[in-house]
């Protein structure tokens, strides 16, 4: 009971009025620079979030998985200070500073206390700017990829969706995975890294959220002072849309595994579609919601054929998709597939039931304020917003669009997105009865 207890007055702290009425303020330096933040000024900590538009989908040809090493390596020493000094500075300061690739972006995070502010920002600068690459870092943060490449060949999960996508979208960036492969990551030279630094960190690619213990004054000096000496525009070309691969097919990847793990998917849609908020209330009915869907309560609950499965809306900046998954005994493959399919029937065909609509709106506004429970989450927030142009206000309005979803408006996304007769499949193990129809 007491544990109850505590849950609600979690739950009325973090209750979506108060994150509904949280501000997020528009900032422009003096040098035009733009962020938005949110002031916090209860504890003295500082968070920041940045994105560069790109990401691993702009690596060259051939370079695969360079937008990766960079990431790794922007930390390991900049300016005058090398890989140690850099690295025992953070630790000293109790500074977190990082950076990570994705396929549409790439991100740096920075945490600090506020006495250690202006050091906080400036090596973030330093790092921006000034990296070092040096040989003994560059070696050993490529053999680290390199052990995870090695480790990832051997996972069924991470072997599916690699597949997945370079079958998906062939001839497209997006087929890369951010990774790169082992024979791409041994060709990746200093000079590639500083040509990436050249041509994407640039401030018309440039995102910036910002939450925590400043003022707007201070955030707009420190804005110039971080990224002021950054080039004013990018030379990369535009990352060129795409849609999935169409047409139903199964790849096998023939893996002597005691299960089969499978990753299925079919064309989506983009953030900024119309559909969206239906589809997003409609996947959640149908994978989205873990134990709440259907598909775990067809799949595994009544019959036990799999320990997860699940679907998800995966909105790319130039492509959307939606993808799913399941591990399930090699000998009853074929039946939980089967089963998969049917649900995604069942939902174009009939939609939802009402109860289930009402459901599904409780837990997904009720759980969005659950999300942001910290300074570094919310700082993430602010850049998606920004990345997604959903506008400065979509806290406050993102309640009622999921409130104004009809039954009628999941039937029609549902009619428009769910093509079970049309799913990619990649699957690796030895399922029983299934033959592949695709290479």
């Known amino acids: 009971m007491r544990r109850f207890i505590l849950l609600l007055a979690l739950l009325a702290v973090l209750a979506p009025g108060s994150v509904w009425a949280v501000t997020v303020e528009k900032v422009v330096s003096p040098k035009g620079i733009e962020a938005w933040l949110v002031q916090d000024h209860t504890n003295p900590i500082i968070a920041m979030e940045v994105a560069f538009k790109g990401g691993a989908s702009a690596d060259p040809a051939g370079k695969a998985g360079l ?15 090398d890989s140690q000094a850099f690295q025992q500075k953070l630790e000293d300061l109790v500074i977190t500073l990082n950076f990570d690739a994705g396929r549409d972006s790439f991100r740096g995070h ?16 330093l790092a921006l700017t000034q990296p070092r690459f040096d ?49 791409s990551v041994k060709t990746l030279q200093v000079a590639d890294m500083r040509g990436f630094i050249k041509g994407q960190l640039a401030q018309d690619r440039l995102t910036i959220g910002v939450v925590g213990d400043l003022t707007p004054e201070q955030l707009g000096a420190l804005l110039d002072a971080t990224f002021g000496a950054l080039p004013a525009r ?3 070309a535009a990352v060129p849309e795409v849609e999935v691969r169409t047409g139903a097919a199964l790849t096998l990847i023939e893996r002597a595994n005691p299960q089969t793990v499978a990753l299925f998917g079919m064309k989506g849609i983009k953030r900024d579609d119309p559909d969206w908020y239906a589809a997003y209330v409609m996947n959640y009915v149908l994978g989205g919601g873990g134990f709440s869907s259907r ?10 054929l799999a320990y997860s499965v699940y679907s998800y809306l995966s909105p790319l900046q130039h492509s959307g998709v939606i993808i799913g998954g399941v ?14 399919r049917e649900e995604f029937r069942r939902m174009r065909d009939d939609g939802l039931s009402d109860k289930e609509l009402a459901d599904a709106k409780t837990y997904l506004n009720g759980s969005f304020p659950l999300q942001l429970d910290s300074t570094t989450s919310v700082a993430a927030l602010l850049v998606q917003l920004q990345l997604d142009r959903l506008g400065i206000d979509f806290i406050d309005r993102r309640k009622a669009l999921i409130d104004a979803v009809t039954p009628a408006d999941i039937k029609r996304a549902a009619a428009r997105l769910l ?14 009865g299934i033959e592949p129809t695709a290479k």
């Open 67 to 81: 937008a990766e090493m960079t990431a790794g390596l922007l930390d390991e020493g900049a300016g005058p200070l």
């Open 110 to 125: 920075l945490k600090t206390l506020t006495r250690n502010r202006d050091t906080a920002f400036d090596l973030f600068r």
């Open 135 to 183: 040989k003994e870092p560059v070696e050993r943060v490529r053999g680290q990829i390199t052990a995870n490449l090695l480790q990832e060949a051997q996972d069924p999960n991470a072997t599916a969706s690699r597949e997945w996508f370079r079958a998906a979208f062939a001839g497209h960036p997006y087929a890369n995975s951010p990774r790169g492969t082992l024979d």
């Open 234 to 236: 990018s030379g990369l």
């Open 295 to 304: 598909l775990t309560e067809e799949v595994r609950e009544k019959r036990g």
């Open 327 to 340: 591990a399930t005994e090699n000998t009853r493959f074929g039946e939980s597939l089967g089963l998969i």
């Open 419 to 432: 093509r079970p007769d049309q799913m990619f499949i990649v699957a690796v193990g030895k399922p029983t």
